[in-house]
């Protein structure tokens, strides 16, 4: 028994040691540590958990640091094992006088190098007492993974020499190498860090350098770097050399003809000199010369003048002088000919030299005039004495005298014409400058009054080039779209209307899979999880031209009361709802029209209410110019407000673009004006010609444009054809008639409009006001550019029944159908009754484009009124055919472009921490390049890589075109084969590991 007693002692003191309130000293001193009553929550609350991760350089330890609040004790566990803290106090929040009990731990080099078990981590337990095991009864913090720093030297990737021709885009390639934490890449110019904040170089999420528009500036040695906590490393220099390829001068005028007549030839010159080649640029290409045949016929060959023979001598004068004379007639000068040489007037002595003392003049010829042929000897030259001169025998030669006279007289009247003609040249200059100098004074191109010229005016230079307003473009080639044919899936009825696959529409294949939900909202908002999607096209679609009963729209739109709706909105062409930072999709499926708006893409703890509407009234069209055509639905999307989008949203759309024959050049247009104002539309970007500075991302599929933006305005999308290209859009034939019995006439309205969703709703609801009936399902016919009209002729009508039309047969012009400037465009053919009672009205109407016959389809009417019982404003369902494909990606299976998702499944088919997990995977770049580029390529969203390559994660990017693009029910299990050819396994095992849960 008293064995038994001590037992039951000794449990009982157990017992009591145990209990909370055991001591009244322990009670005092836990209520005066914590700071408050026992009856109060004295649950331990970390104020500091340890951070996601930490990193020991070289021999520094980790320092692992936790602060909670109603605690009395903290440990640590690391690795599966506790340890004591290195540190621990108590300290007092000013602001809120709380006690905060801080500790932290150091965790040593070695003790992560000799854990073998995976990853390093360490956790925080807090408790409220001091008494109890470590992690029993404690509140346990997230853990923190403690990593070894270190960055290796050798670079994946490193840059290389690279010649570039100025003003093209530069891209030098760079990948870090291996380390942790992940390496900051940055680059040097000439050994001098680069300042990538200004925009003009720009380093990718790869780590590559792009320079836009390179310049001569931009010639030097590229180093690339990366830095992390451990390290800092750079690769080899790499030179960049811009060249400049020559270009000619202009023209020099030409030159005067070799000759004054015959064969000559002009010349004009230009030099290689503009610019003039450098760095080994190529030299201009062509002539420097060019050369011209001149001339004229010359007249016959002239006849040069002779002298005829000398006159008899005169008489001997008193001055002992005689004279003879000659004419230049023998034969005289004609055309053009030369006068005679010599002088017409001969003196000499006529005494025999006894008239002395004065010498004469020598007239005739002498040793220094020997051009004077017939004249005299010198030897003859008689000389006049002295004393005759003293006597003033001697006078001057009437004949030298007279010949003096006139060539002085000649000369006056030269020097006083030559005067006259200066003074008129100078005048007329004058008047010339100042009437050229009016005359562009009212045209209005003086210095400082030059007209502003549009982003969209063409300029011309001084060579008479071409130029554009807009920075060159920095793509190499403008991209044609061919045709690759993967296999056949016909679309429209025989015959020559098959179009098959289309699998490549530019270098690179792109094929889009729409996203449709219902847009009638209750209270003008998304449900977050399920929205009812759109048939598609190659569904059947039920045409009731009945009007639909109209929500209450008061009701709708009463969340749209801060956001300004355009005042012409056509209600059932617009949808809206609020979004917060979760995301959703709005859509218009009787347009087929969709904005996604991405997880994240309205700031966390906002709401942002957006609208999606469609546009048909044609004074809200871009006007086209010759040879453009409109091939998708206007699309407005608001509010255009700075800011409200932290991301890009992706608007989904129709276009009647054929990509099967090609030669397009698709151009996306924008206006970013204010709804209430009329649009002001400017070319945003052509497809294909996008460069690093392009703000949005237009992705091309058979039947669908995806654009991913992150302006929220006016878009539409205008086509032309590339040079020598002969493109087709896909036009949609319906024809409608009144749904009352005819009586004696009876009216066909045949409409021609694009192949969209949108275009037929459009004809849908102008029928539905005239109480309309389609008489024959839409049926699909193309129209290819080159000026054609398009005819319709009616046929094998019913007896009884004839044409107001003498022909039975209307065109259309070819531009009122290919600008797209008009909607719901229709001729009509009018029927009387001739004979007969019959109201039946049965006939065929043949559409096809003129000189290209293949181009043909048929619409067959009947209708029998009297064995039918028709509603009062109903149609028979019809069947709208798509141009759908099936699309062979890197997975096994196909996939059509034209799917219904599950109308009840949710808006996005990756959850947010599956996404989370794939970029974490594949936002960082590897040497085997299976990261991010490889998920774009096999996407076939590779196109323009560089959007990605500029965002913080471009596999989030990625994946949220995928998400609008892709809502066939086969997505995930596509997406997780494409992961598995790409030999990323570990992407796929993310999606299988959770795939019961939310596939």
């Known amino acids: 028994m008293m064995g038994n007693s001590v037992i039951w002692k000794l449990l009982w003191s157990i017992f009591i040691a145990n209990l909370d309130f055991s001591s009244t000293a322990d009670f005092f001193s836990d209520s005066a540590l914590l700071g408050k009553s026992r009856f109060q929550d004295d649950t331990p609350k970390f104020v500091q958990e340890p951070d996601d991760s930490y990193h020991i350089v070289r021999n520094k330890p980790a320092t692992v640091e936790c602060k909670a609040i109603n605690a009395v004790r903290i440990n640590f566990r690391c690795a599966g094992q506790f340890m004591e803290p290195t540190h621990m106090e108590n300290i007092v929040d000013q602001e809120t006088s709380t006690k905060i009990l801080s500790t932290f731990v150091n965790v040593e080099r070695a003790d992560v190098e000799e854990y073998f078990g995976g990853d390093f981590w360490c956790e925080c337990f807090a408790y409220n007492t001091n008494i109890g095991l470590d992690g029993v009864g404690g509140i346990r913090s997230k853990q923190g993974t403690i990593e070894i720093a270190y960055l290796r030297k050798r670079f994946e990737r490193e840059p290389l020499m690279t010649r570039v021709q100025v003003s093209k885009t530069t891209q030098l390639d760079c990948l870090p190498p291996e380390g942790k934490p992940l390496p900051e890449v940055f680059w040097l110019k000439d050994n001098v860090e680069i300042n990538t904040k200004d925009g003009y170089y720009i380093v990718s999420n790869t780590g590559d350098l792009l320079i836009s528009q390179t310049q001569l500036r931009d010639m030097g040695n590229y180093t690339c770097g990366a830095k992390n906590l451990a390290a800092r490393r750079l690769s080899e220099s790499a030179s960049l050399i811009v060249y400049v390829d020559g270009s000619w001068s202009s023209w020099s005028s030409w030159t005067e003809c070799s000759v004054k007549c015959g064969k000559g030839e002009t010349r004009r010159m230009r030099t290689c000199t503009n610019p003039a080649p450098l760095n080994g640029g190529a030299t201009c290409v062509g002539d420097s010369v060019q050369t011209n045949p001149c001339g004229s016929i010359c007249p016959e060959k002239g006849v040069d003048g002779r002298w005829g023979a000398w006159s008899s001598w005169s008489t001997c004068s008193t001055e002992c002088q005689h004279h003879r004379k000659r004419y230049c007639n023998d034969p005289p000068a004609k055309d053009g000919g030369s006068y005679c040489i010599g002088n017409d007037l001969d003196g000499g002595n006529c005494t025999g030299g006894r008239c002395r003392g004065k010498q004469i003049e020598i007239i005739g010829p002498s040793p220094t005039n020997p051009t004077n042929a017939d004249a005299p000897n010198p030897d003859d030259v008689r000389g006049i004495g002295i004393e005759d001169a003293d006597h003033g025998l001697l006078e001057q030669n009437p004949s030298r005298e007279a010949t003096n006279t006139s060539t002085n007289n000649d000369t006056l009247i030269m020097i006083i014409g030559l005067c006259i003609a200066v003074v008129v040249f100078v005048v007329v200059i004058a008047i010339v400058v100042f009437l050229l100098k009016r005359k562009y004074q009212n045209q209005g191109y003086m210095a400082g009054n030059i007209p502003p010229i549009g982003n969209a005016e063409e300029k011309k230079n001084k060579n008479g080039q071409d130029m554009m307003s807009v920075q060159p473009d920095l793509t190499q080639q403008v991209v044609v779209f061919p045709h690759h044919s993967a296999s056949p899936s016909p679309s429209i009825e025989p015959p020559n209307n098959n179009y098959p696959t289309v699998e490549n529409i530019y270098d690179k294949p792109d094929v889009g899979l729409p996203i449709y939900a219902d847009h009638r909202l209750s209270n003008g908002s998304v449900p977050n999880r399920s929205s009812p999607e759109l048939p598609p096209p190659n569904s059947p679609l039920v045409m009731n031209l009945v009007p639909p009963n109209p929500p209450n729209l008061l009701d709708s739109r009463h969340s749209m009361s801060s956001v300004q709706l355009p005042a012409n909105a056509e209600t059932e062409a617009v949808t809206w709802g609020s979004f917060n930072h979760s995301g959703g999709r709005l859509i218009l499926p009787e347009s087929g029209v969709c904005m996604t708006i991405p997880e994240g893409a309205v700031k966390k703890g906002h709401e942002a209410e957006l609208y999606l509407g469609v546009w048909r009234d044609d004074t809200n069209r871009p006007k086209t110019s010759d040879g453009q055509t409109i091939v998708s639905p206007v699309i407005v999307c608001g509010p255009n407000v700075p800011g409200i989008l932290m991301k890009p949203i992706i608007l989904s759309f129709h276009h009647c673009a054929s990509m099967r024959q090609g030669g397009w050049m698709l151009s996306l247009f924008n206006s970013d004006t204010q709804p209430e104002e009329a649009p002001c539309w400017q070319k945003l970007v052509t497809l294909g010609q996008e460069t690093i500075n392009t703000q949005v991302y237009a992705q091309l599929d058979p039947n669908q444009c995806h654009v991913m933006t992150e302006h929220m305005q006016w878009y539409t999308l205008i086509g032309e054809a590339v040079p020598g290209g002969r493109p087709v859009k896909i036009l949609r034939l319906a024809a409608f008639a009144s749904n009352t019995p005819p009586s004696v006439e009876f009216s066909i309205r045949v409409y021609v409009v694009e192949d969209t969703h949108d275009a037929l709703e459009g004809v849908m609801q102008e029928e ?86 293949s181009n043909r389809q048929v619409l067959n009417i009947q209708n029998n009124f009297n064995k039918e019982k028709l509603p009062s404003c109903s149609t028979p369902s019809s069947t709208l055919k798509g141009r759908t494909s099936t699309v062979t990606t890197n997975s096994s299976s196909g996939f059509s472009s034209m799917l219904t998702l599950d109308p009840h499944g949710n808006n996005f088919r990756l959850p947010p921490h599956i996404r989370q997990k794939l970029c974490l995977l594949l936002d960082q770049p590897n040497a085997r390049g299976n990261d991010w580029r490889m998920l774009a390529q096999a996407l076939t969203v590779d196109r323009y890589v560089q959007y990605f390559a500029t965002k913080s994660s471009p596999t989030e990017h990625i994946l949220n075109l995928w998400e609008a693009r892709h809502r066939e029910e086969s997505a995930i299990t596509d997406l997780m084969n494409i992961f598995r050819v790409m030999g990323r396994m570990d992407a796929a095992a993310v999606m299988e590991k959770d795939i019961g849960a939310w596939l």
Do not use: M
């Not at 005819?791 to 047969?809: H, V």
């Not at 006939?843 to 000189?851: D, E, G, M, N, P």
């Open 768 to 853: 539905r006001k005239f109480g309309g009936r389609l008489l024959d399902k839409p049926k699909q016919i193309p129209f290819q550019d080159g000026g054609h009209n398009l005819c319709l002729t009616i046929e094998e009508l019913t007896p009884g029944w004839r044409s107001k039309l003498a022909a039975n047969y209307q065109e259309i012009p070819f531009q009122h159908i290919w600008s797209g400037n008009q909607n719901n465009l229709h001729c009509s053919f009018s029927l009387e009754l001739v004979e007969g009672s019959s109201p039946n009205v049965s006939c065929k109407i043949q559409v096809y484009q003129k000189a290209i016959l």
